[in-house]
């Protein structure tokens, strides 16, 4: 088994995507994996807009187990208008993964048979190892486990790091990983994980209907579509999301593009609060903001200064 423990090795962060700040202080203490023999706990990933089984973190540290499976297929971006997306578990944002801080968040990487291309992710929960990129590099009909501890609280994304890190994000390799505080948060009546990319595509040579990834957009910074949770109209019509009038609904928010406002008409936010932010995931790497916005009092930090994290590495298998 690699290990690799930044906390008490040399603080200069190594992970990719544009993180260049100095590391903070870890919030929480680094423990041993052995020693703690922490519950393994299977999460149950869902689809967004819909999050997983969020824990109430007043327990031990556990070992938390999911699996992201890569997918490699055209499906609609917009009505009549195809792209060959690049997912994690078939959807774009990839699932929400709601872990407590002390957590070890334990990731199985499955790449199918039949997929063109390698692909790894790369948390930004995490330091070390590329943030899980480098440790978790799969080819088509791969699988890889690796571990890591959450020692930073906050909202973070993940995304796909592969060569060309740009073409695997702008086409949908993104989601976001939360990270509780002890105590967890204040119950509420709804809560939606939302996520905001940039698709970057052109019509193809021979179907103008269906569209392929535009290098030539990437560098322009032009993209055909800004779109929150996929495509045009994941959240309207049919798809609108249903509150009832008094119900207290929290919303996470995250991007994996260029920065932008999440602006809430008709309601009163008590309290919206950011949480963390990260890279910018087209072109240029400047900082972006990831988002939570709460419609409760908070006892979060108004704004964490950084993403970063210090991490235990373990590659399993
Ligand atoms: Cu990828």
Redesign the pocket.
């Known amino acids: 088994m690699a290990t690799a423990c930044s906390s008490d090795a040399d603080p200069t962060p190594v992970s990719g995507g544009g993180q260049n700040e100095s590391v903070p202080a870890p919030a929480y203490e680094a423990r041993s994996f052995d020693d703690v023999k922490p519950l393994n706990v299977d999460l149950k990933l869902v689809l967004a807009p819909a999050l997983p089984e969020i824990p109430d973190c007043n327990g031990e540290p556990r070992n938390v187990h999911f699996t992201l499976e890569?997918s490699e297929e055209i499906g609609e971006i917009a009505p009549g208008i195809t792209f060959p997306f690049?997912t994690f578990n078939g959807s774009v944002p990839g699932p929400a993964i709601v872990v407590c801080l002390g957590d070890w968040v334990e990731v199985t990487l499955k790449n199918l048979a039949g997929n063109r291309?390698?692909?790894?992710?790369d948390f930004h929960a995490a330091t070390g190892a590329l943030g899980g990129g480098a440790a978790s590099i799969v080819g088509p009909g791969q699988r890889t486990t690796f571990r890591f501890q959450a020692l930073k609280e906050g909202a973070f994304v993940y995304?796909?790091?592969?060569a060309p890190?740009v073409?695997?994000?702008s086409?949908g390799?993104y989601g976001s990983i939360i990270v509780l505080l002890k105590g967890g948060l204040p119950d509420v009546d709804k809560e939606f994980y939302l996520m905001e990319g940039d698709f970057c595509t052109e019509p193809s040579a021979d179907d103008p209907k269906g569209h392929v990834y535009s290098q030539e957009r990437v560098t322009n910074e032009n993209p055909s579509y800004v779109v929150t949770n996929g495509r045009v109209g994941a959240l309207t019509g049919d798809n609108a999301l249903k509150v009832k009038v008094e119900e207290k609904v929290r919303f996470y928010y995250g991007q994996a593009n260029d920065e932008s406002w999440i602006h809430i008409i008709g309601g009163t936010s008590i309290k919206s609060t950011s949480l963390g932010r990260s890279i910018r995931t087209l072109t240029r790497s400047t900082e972006w903001k990831p988002r939570r916005f709460r419609l409760e009092a908070s006892r979060w930090p108004s704004i964490l200064s950084s993403t970063l994290a210090y991490t235990c590495w373990s590659t399993i298998s």
């Open positions: 890569t690049l291309f390698a692909h790894n992710v995304h796909c790091a592969f890190i073409m695997h994000v086409s390799m």
